[in-house]
């Protein structure tokens, strides 16, 4: 009996399936990947825009230029970390001087401080600088989107991050200088390393970000000038005012005293990851 009831049940599969046009799967399947790829494969502008091809392992602060397409635009030290670096708290992944996170797609992010609540540092800001594959189209949106971390080593938090569009690269200490890759150090003393103007800012949710376990998607829409080939992420003259900065001084994190010492840096520091720039679905409506 039981071999008769699978002997039917198979037969009807066999049935159901021959009613069913050849082409049906082949429509379906089509649409499946025409969708997928409508959503999950526009073209990313930023070259390098997840940090994965470099020039060869960091090795000390401020090796942001070793990731290809990227350079600093200021006399500061943001920070290169891969799995490459296989020394333990160094500039490694997921352990590294910063703290410990995995990245959030392939082997690589950087780093850099937002802001500093040391009065000798307070303007003293961190900045990172990519290259476009193309230039944008004067009009047209295109959509920014990152993958934000607040380090586990960071004792402050600051609630914004800045965005400018630039013709040409701004160039720092060894900004796009990619042949400097040993031993380079800035002078970051006292000297104003802020870039002023920005072309907009995003306010960040400190209850979002404390989970500082996870990568938190920041996204953006920008609507080109025309010609743009770089972009740069930091916190502007223009996105704190002096009253701002007193507030973020104030709101100190609890934190281990002992590493905080040990570093000899406070402020707000963050990995960032997965950078993606795309011309918007909305663009030519």
């Not at 003393?189 to 802020?194: R, S």
Request: glycine share 8%.
């Amino acid at each position: 009996m039981l071999f008769l009831f699978l002997l039917l049940a198979l037969t009807g599969l066999k049935l159901s399936h021959e009613f069913i046009p050849d082409d049906y799967f082949w429509y379906s399947n089509k649409h499946k990947l025409f969708n997928f790829m409508s959503v999950d494969m526009k073209a990313n502008l930023l070259l390098n825009g997840s940090f994965e091809e470099y020039e060869e392992c960091p090795d000390e602060p401020g090796q942001l230029y070793l990731g290809k397409s990227w350079s600093i635009p200021n006399k500061t030290t943001p920070d290169f970390f891969h799995s490459c670096q296989t020394e333990v708290g160094s500039f490694g992944i997921p352990y590294n001087y910063k703290g410990h996170q995995i990245a959030h797609s392939g082997n690589a992010y950087c780093g850099l401080v937002i802001a500093t609540a040391k009065s000798e540092f307070k303007d003293y800001r961190e900045y990172i600088q990519g290259e476009l594959s193309t230039e944008l189209i004067k009009g047209r949106l295109y959509d920014v989107s990152f993958y934000l971390n607040w380090s586990g080593f960071s004792n402050y938090f600051c609630n914004k991050i800045g965005y400018l569009f630039l013709n040409n690269e701004l160039n720092g200490s060894h900004g796009g200088n990619t042949k400097r890759k040993k031993k380079v150090r800035t002078d970051s003393g006292k000297k104003n390393t802020i870039i002023q103007n920005s072309h907009g800012v995003v306010d960040l949710d400190i209850g979002l970000l404390s989970d500082r376990n996870s990568w938190h998607r920041i996204e953006i829409q920008y609507q080109a000038k025309g010609r743009e080939r770089f972009i740069i992420l930091g916190l502007f003259g223009d996105n704190f005012n002096e009253e701002e900065y007193q507030q973020f001084c104030d709101n100190r994190i609890g934190f281990d005293a002992s590493i905080v010492k040990e570093r000899n840096w406070e402020g707000a520091y963050y990995f960032i990851d997965s950078i993606s720039i795309t011309e918007s679905d909305f663009s030519h409506q």
